[in-house]
């Protein structure tokens, strides 16, 4: 007997008093993802919360994730580091602002370094 109530994907829900009370799970739809030359693209260093260590950071791409983790994929090769793809955001180890943009400019997307 297969369960139908899957408890994990109730996000923010704890308990209702109301009987008729259904929990709808709203699939919330990815983006399209902009064409390269619409894509405005942030390049900046932080190192917040990261116990000193400096993260390039590459924000506004505005599309799907799995575009997302393959430009991720693109800048790491690129640059020769590791790094991740989070929150939206593209985390590549290090300072490597100037390269990025570089990489980022020649495949064709808008990019701007900042700081």
Same mark, same amino acid.
């Given at each position: 007997?297969?369960?139908?109530?899957?408890?994990?994907?109730?996000?923010?829900?704890?308990?209702?008093?109301?009987?008729?009370?259904?929990?709808?799970?709203?699939?919330?739809?990815?983006?399209?993802?902009?064409?390269?030359?619409?894509?405005?693209? /942030?390049? &900046?260093?932080? #190192?917040? *919360?990261?116990? +000193?260590?400096?993260?390039?950071?590459?924000?506004?791409?505005? !599309?799907?994730?799995?575009?997302?983790?393959?430009?991720? /994929?693109? &800048?790491?090769? #690129?640059? *020769?580091?590791? +790094?991740?793809?989070?929150?939206?955001?593209?985390?590549?180890? !290090?300072?490597?602002?100037?390269?990025?943009?570089?990489?980022?400019?020649?495949?064709?997307?808008?990019?701007?370094?900042?700081?």
């Amino acid at each position: 007997m297969a369960k139908t109530n899957n408890w994990k994907n109730r996000e923010g829900v704890v308990y209702s008093t109301s009987e008729n009370f259904d929990y709808d799970i709203s699939n919330t739809e990815e983006p399209i993802t902009l064409p390269m030359q619409q894509q405005n693209l /942030k390049v &900046l260093l932080d #190192k917040n *919360g990261r116990a +000193g260590k400096q993260v390039t950071l590459v924000t506004g791409f505005v !599309g799907k994730t799995t575009d997302l983790e393959t430009l991720t /994929k693109l &800048l790491k090769s #690129k640059c *020769g580091v590791g +790094g991740s793809c989070k929150d939206r955001e593209i985390i590549l180890q !290090g300072d490597l602002r100037d390269k990025v943009v570089q990489a980022l400019l020649k495949e064709g997307y808008k990019a701007k370094r900042i700081g």
